[in-house]
């Protein structure tokens, strides 16, 4: 073969290549991957097979919406179908960054451990994405808490019933002759009384033993707590999976009580072992718009080897962050609580051995909630349509025309 019909043969093959080559749909917006790992499936069936896989946080480019599904197309061209709420806003992506960032500087109200394999959401709400889990024995520092409204995932929208198609008609036969409806009485005439019939009638008075309206059902509420992993990641988890990790010699005295929080207020020597004394908020039961009702500092006794209660304070409304200092000659902590008239205060406390007493008071100013707020839904990018030739053809004649 001479070089020239090579050369013919290979501009033949590319450009049946480019014919038959399908060119990519057009983006109409971006959205962010919200779990760790989602799944892109090939058509809109929940069975139907996985086309690829996508990274949290990885930008994608939205295709087309079908409902709650919506087509995708991951960095790597990969197109498939997943459900919207798996997806992020760039608001909400940005919003889970600068969470991240800010949570690096929250002071830790105490480390806890996860029994099990624990998601970690991007907000307090069990529908959000799970972008992270926090694995089986797990440990995470515990920043702040929040109570949330329950929310359920909404329920899928019911089939239409499908109609049966009318019987086809057999040919060949005549069909029947229909006889037609007889024909209408004459009206009948109008009663003699009906002028005093034409008067309207008094509305009956509302009936006043009718049963009571019952009140609407409470919504249920969840405990959600701020976390932060040892690599950095901070997310949402239920309060109820996290477990303060606490020594057992100290958390037996809880008495039924959630211990919310926990610190070291410095340690002390007892013959050959080295023994921490401990502060501690605790709350009654859960669902509470603050973090603790109770607070208590224990130490270490040499005479009984074993922990007391050298402070105490019960029937309290405390919020986080709990502050506690143990650089100088003897520790101190504060706490943010309400006074009788509802104002917030913070109580410094000095740990002097075995003494506790408050050593200043002043009011306190709650600063802005930094953790980030849902943002609206993911949206269609309008895209400008391209007219026909023909349409601006017929434009250019008709203002021709019209001067």
């Known amino acids: 073969m001479t070089p020239h019909r090579a050369a013919i043969c290979f501009l033949l093959v590319f450009l049946v290549s480019c014919a038959t080559q399908s060119p990519k749909a057009p983006s109409i917006g971006e959205a962010y991957v919200g779990p760790s790992t989602l799944s892109l499936r090939r058509d809109l069936s929940a069975k139907s097979p996985i086309a690829g896989t996508a990274k949290h946080g990885e930008k994608l480019e939205i295709l087309e919406y079908q409902h709650r599904l919506v087509k995708v197309r991951s960095p790597e061209g990969v ?3 997943t459900d919207l709420r798996q ?6 992506m940005t919003s889970l960054r600068r969470m991240a960032d800010s949570a690096d500087q929250y002071p ?9 394999l624990l998601n970690m959401h991007t907000e307090p ?13 797990g440990k995470v520092d515990v920043l702040a808490h929040k109570l949330a409204p329950r929310t359920q995932a909404a329920a899928p929208a019911a089939q239409p019933v499908p109609r049966k198609a009318p019987p086809r008609k057999k040919k060949g036969r005549q069909a029947p002759t229909r006889i037609g409806p007889p024909p209408m009485p004459p009206a009948p ?4 009384d009906w002028q005093a019939l034409s008067v309207p009638k008094a509305e009956p008075q509302p009936d006043t033993n ?10 249920p509420m969840d405990d959600w707590s701020l976390v932060r992993t040892k690599d950095h990641k901070a997310g949402w988890v239920l309060t109820r999976m996290l477990n303060m990790a606490i020594p057992d010699e100290v958390a037996q005295y809880a008495e039924g009580h959630r211990i919310t929080s926990y610190f070291a207020l410095g340690q002390i020597r007892d013959e050959d072992s080295d023994k921490t004394n401990w502060l501690w908020t605790t709350i009654t039961k859960g669902l509470e718009p603050y973090e603790f009702d109770s607070f208590r500092v224990f130490v270490w006794s040499k005479k009984h080897h074993r922990y007391e209660t050298a402070y105490i304070e019960r029937n309290v409304i405390g919020h986080f962050p709990v502050d506690v200092n143990n650089s100088g000659a003897a520790p101190s902590f504060s706490l943010i609580l309400e006074s009788d008239d509802g104002q917030l205060v913070r109580k410094t406390y000095s740990f002097e051995g075995f003494r506790i007493r408050m050593i200043h008071k002043e009011p306190y100013v709650a600063q802005p909630e930094e953790t980030p707020k849902p943002a609206p839904g993911l949206t269609p990018q309008t895209t400008p349509k391209t007219r026909s030739l023909y349409s601006r053809f017929r434009d250019r004649l008709s203002r021709l025309f019209h001067k």
């Open 87 to 92: 997806l992020l806003t760039p608001d909400q």
């Open 79 to 81: 197109e498939g179908w």
């Open 210 to 219: 009718q049963p009571e309206t019952k009140p609407a059902a409470p919504v």
């Open 189 to 192: 005439k109008l009663p003699s």
């Open 125 to 137: 709400n069990r529908a959000s994405p799970s972008f992270w889990q926090v694995p089986e024995n």
């Open 108 to 116: 830790s109200q105490g480390a806890a451990t996860v029994f099990e």
